[in-house]
């Protein structure tokens, strides 16, 4: 089968400091003796922060310390905190809350960082250790034609890109545009890296041979019948300079336009031709980008955690491509794809109905289904795709080529597809694993559908988990507050002495997908003696998650606070559980009351 661009025509088809070393729970110097959970207790987050970078730290004392009070003893601290870690701390002044300034000194890898925070967090005197975060003024991008990209910003129906920016641009991940290569472009040519041609057949290639390492577009030009009985003349599209410019435009440089992850990386990988490409040059395409191999071909030197697919063809997903693409999820890539413009259920349109791919619809301006999006139940999620139909300005701007056959100058354009609304949500996939490198593929799309909004307009047939909402994710991944409804429960629980465990149970229903992965539980429980006390929030599906250990050495009273979970793996709906229960002997509590912020 040979598969086409999925665009508006149908031929035949952080930083050192914050993101990772800031998440666990505060911890107190020594723990004592505890029953095990019950289930599987995954850690924690009580101190989560975008990967925003930082080379110093703020450390809140305890009330009680010398060090909460005077600045010597602060200084002695840092200094002993850094003869531990093995590094060169220093004590910077005083905040006006009474926390001290410490400077992590010069070069510390992220393993250094951590011992220090360690260090911090074994004191029990220590309240708290976060990052001194490096914020910028929050001012939109110079780009002369950023007003003319509605689908980033708009209130309406644009995918609230803006607001993830401060937090994560996508530096430090490759997204593979698998596509018909790459036409220079100035406002895309500093983020290109990389790329392969993998059109085997001369007769689709255009450029006179086989593959190559010139990821180049010759342009896809063709003639009036040239690509089957009645089908017209048509010019070369630039397609994959198009898809390349959503995702990953230079911005901020006063020109053009802003791509959405515009601190990453594109790797132009071109298996689209004359009249489509083959499933066999595809299926290489994704096995290389993810860093697979391929006879005769080099190694990628620039492996892709996520790759866009804005493609597609008739029929089921083979064999073929389900295990190029389930061996490249395996391998840690993302595998985002356009689920078509036929009007019609995805199921049949491949690779929209493959498994582990995140299907992506499209959107017009007032926020529902373009009137071309394929829809159905393997759809995920929905973006900006636009509708030229309803006036030119409606569709997605983004990079091109003036050339009606051949490269000519650089341009700029609106398209409208499924093509257009796939890298939306390829970008803000690159801005997820910037912001927190170990998310998974599963944990991606799961995050992504879990903070979707509902769809503006209306989707006959199914758009997934709603219009995806880059903010919103992108903050719920890097320890963001998410701003979701809250679940709450205020009965009152008493917690026997040294006994059993007790439970206090929250329903939570209307809520589509998985639980996010900055789950916010507050938490008020009044106790004498709160280091005797054990803290599992207990999921759906009984898996335990700790947040409180007990610990002999923290004898201050009552715990009033809020934990953040990562509970992406867990299905948002059903009865959740705050188990608390006192390992020790001669103090009592109760839990007053206790919620859930999705």
Request: charged share 15%; aromatic share 4%.
């Given at each position: 089968?040979?598969?086409?661009?999925?665009?508006?025509?149908?031929?035949?088809?952080?930083?050192?400091?914050?993101?990772?070393?800031?998440?666990?729970?505060?911890?107190?110097?020594?723990?004592?003796?505890?029953?095990?959970?019950?289930?599987?207790?995954?850690?924690?987050?009580?101190?989560?922060?975008?990967?925003?970078?930082?080379?110093?730290?703020?450390?809140?004392?305890?009330?009680?310390?010398?060090?909460?009070?005077?600045?010597?003893?602060?200084?002695?601290?840092?200094?002993?905190?850094?003869?531990?870690?093995?590094?060169?701390?220093?004590?910077?002044?005083?905040?006006?809350?009474?926390?001290?300034?410490?400077?992590?000194?010069?070069?510390?890898?992220?393993?250094?960082?951590?011992?220090?925070?360690?260090?911090?967090?074994?004191?029990?005197?220590?309240?708290?250790?976060?990052?001194?975060?490096?914020?910028?003024?929050?001012?939109?991008?110079?780009?002369?034609?950023?007003?003319?990209?509605?689908?980033?910003?708009?209130?309406?129906?644009?995918?609230?890109?803006?607001?993830?920016?401060?937090?994560?641009?996508?530096?430090?991940?490759?997204?593979?545009?698998?596509?018909?290569?790459?036409?220079?472009?100035?406002?895309?040519?500093?983020?290109?890296?990389?790329?392969?041609?993998?059109?085997?057949?001369?007769?689709?290639?255009?450029?006179?041979?086989?593959?190559?390492?010139?990821?180049?577009?010759?342009?896809?030009?063709?003639?009036?019948?040239?690509?089957?009985?009645?089908?017209?003349?048509?010019?070369?599209?630039?397609?994959?300079?198009?898809?390349?410019?959503?995702?990953?435009?230079?911005?901020?440089?006063?020109?053009?336009?802003?791509?959405?992850?515009?601190?990453?990386?594109?790797?132009?990988?071109?298996?689209?031709?004359?009249?489509?490409?083959?499933?066999?040059?595809?299926?290489?395409?994704i096995t290389w980008a993810s860093g697979g191999t391929v006879s005769g071909v080099p190694a990628n030197a620039h492996v892709a955690k996520v790759i866009n697919?804005?493609?597609?063809?008739?029929?089921?997903?083979?064999?073929?491509?389900?295990?190029?693409?389930?061996?490249?999820?395996?391998?840690?890539?993302?595998?985002?794809?356009?689920?078509?413009?036929?009007?019609?259920?995805?199921?049949?349109?491949?690779?929209?109905?493959?498994?582990?791919?995140?299907?992506?619809?499209?959107?017009?301006?007032?926020?529902?289904?373009?009137?071309?999006?394929?829809?159905?139940?393997?759809?995920?999620?929905?973006?900006?795709?636009?509708?030229?139909?309803?006036?030119?300005?409606?569709?997605?701007?983004?990079?091109?080529?003036?050339?009606?056959?051949?490269?000519?100058?650089?341009?700029?354009?609106?398209?409208?597809?499924?093509?257009?609304?796939?890298?939306?949500?390829?970008?803000?996939?690159?801005?997820?694993?910037?912001?927190?490198?170990?998310?998974?593929?599963?944990?991606?799309?799961?995050?992504?559908?879990?903070?979707?909004?509902?769809?503006?307009?209306?989707?006959?047939?199914?758009?997934?988990?709603?219009?995806?909402?880059?903010?919103?994710?992108?903050?719920?991944?890097?320890?963001?507050?998410?701003?979701?409804?809250?679940?709450?429960?205020?009965?009152?629980?008493?917690?026997?002495?040294?006994?059993?465990?007790?439970?206090?149970?929250?329903?939570?229903?209307?809520?589509?997908?998985?639980?996010?992965?900055?789950?916010?539980?507050?938490?008020?429980?009044?106790?004498?003696?709160?280091?005797?006390?054990?803290?599992?929030?207990?999921?759906?599906?009984?898996?335990?998650?700790?947040?409180?250990?007990?610990?002999?050495?923290?004898?201050?009273?009552?715990?009033?606070?809020?934990?953040?979970?990562?509970?992406?793996?867990?299905?948002?709906?059903?009865?959740?559980?705050?188990?608390?229960?006192?390992?020790?002997?001669?103090?009592?509590?109760?839990?007053?009351?206790?919620?859930?912020?999705?």
């Open positions: 089968m040979r598969t086409s661009p999925a665009l508006g025509r149908k031929l035949i088809s952080v930083a050192t400091v914050s993101a990772a070393l800031l998440t666990a729970a505060t911890a107190s110097a020594a723990a004592a003796p505890e029953p095990a959970p019950r289930a599987a207790v995954p850690a924690a987050q009580t101190e989560a922060a975008p990967g925003t970078p930082a080379d110093r730290l703020i450390v809140g004392y305890k009330s009680g310390a010398a060090e909460a009070k005077s600045d010597r003893a602060a200084a002695a601290d840092a200094e002993a905190k850094g003869a531990g870690a093995e590094e060169n701390l220093d004590f910077r002044r005083r905040l006006g809350t009474g926390a001290a300034l410490v400077g992590l000194g010069e070069d510390l890898t992220r393993t250094d960082v951590a011992d220090v925070v360690a260090e911090y967090r074994a004191d029990p005197q220590v309240a708290y250790v976060v990052p001194d975060r490096l914020n910028t003024p929050q001012a939109d991008p110079n780009d002369t034609d950023y007003a003319k990209q509605w689908d980033l910003f708009e209130a309406t129906a644009g995918m609230n890109v803006p607001g993830a920016w401060p937090t994560s641009t996508g530096s430090g991940v490759t997204v593979a545009v698998i596509d018909t290569g790459y036409a220079a472009h100035s406002d895309l040519a500093a983020n290109i890296v990389g790329g392969y041609d993998f059109i085997a057949d001369t007769a689709v290639s255009v450029d006179g041979d086989g593959r190559d390492g010139n990821p180049a577009d010759p342009g896809d030009w063709y003639n009036a019948g040239e690509c089957g009985p009645g089908v017209p003349a048509g010019n070369s599209s630039w397609h994959g300079t198009h898809v390349a410019g959503t995702v990953a435009a230079v911005t901020g440089n006063n020109k053009g336009m802003a791509g959405v992850a515009h601190g990453a990386k594109v790797s132009p990988v071109r298996v689209l031709g004359k009249c489509g490409g083959y499933d066999s040059d595809i299926i290489d395409a697919m804005s493609l597609g063809g008739d029929g089921a997903c083979t064999s073929a491509t389900q295990s190029a693409v389930d061996a490249a999820v395996n391998r840690g890539t993302t595998v985002v794809v356009a689920a078509g413009n036929d009007n019609d259920n995805v199921a049949g349109h491949s690779p929209g109905n493959c498994n582990n791919v995140i299907s992506v619809a499209a959107t017009n301006r007032s926020g529902a289904k373009a009137s071309y999006s394929n829809y159905g139940s393997l759809v995920d999620i929905a973006a900006p795709g636009g509708q030229t139909g309803t006036g030119t300005a409606n569709g997605i701007y983004s990079t091109l080529n003036s050339g009606t056959r051949t490269p000519s100058t650089e341009s700029y354009a609106y398209y409208q597809g499924t093509s257009m609304a796939a890298p939306h949500i390829a970008g803000l996939a690159a801005l997820m694993k910037s912001a927190e490198p170990a998310l998974t593929p599963a944990q991606i799309e799961s995050a992504i559908k879990t903070n979707a909004r509902t769809l503006p307009g209306s989707c006959s047939g199914g758009c997934g988990a709603g219009l995806a909402d880059a903010a919103r994710t992108v903050q719920a991944v890097a320890g963001g507050t998410p701003t979701g409804p809250t679940f709450s429960s205020t009965s009152s629980v008493a917690v026997p002495d040294a006994g059993a465990a007790v439970e206090s149970p929250i329903t939570v229903s209307g809520r589509s997908g998985n639980a996010p992965a900055a789950l916010q539980v507050q938490v008020d429980i009044t106790h004498t003696y709160r280091g005797d006390l054990v803290v599992d929030l207990v999921a759906p599906d009984g898996s335990a998650y700790r947040l409180k250990s007990s610990s002999s050495s923290d004898s201050a009273d009552d715990v009033r606070t809020t934990y953040s979970v990562n509970a992406s793996a867990e299905t948002a709906d059903g009865t959740w559980k705050l188990r608390v229960q006192d390992v020790a002997a001669q103090d009592t509590g109760r839990i007053n009351a206790w919620s859930l912020t999705f």
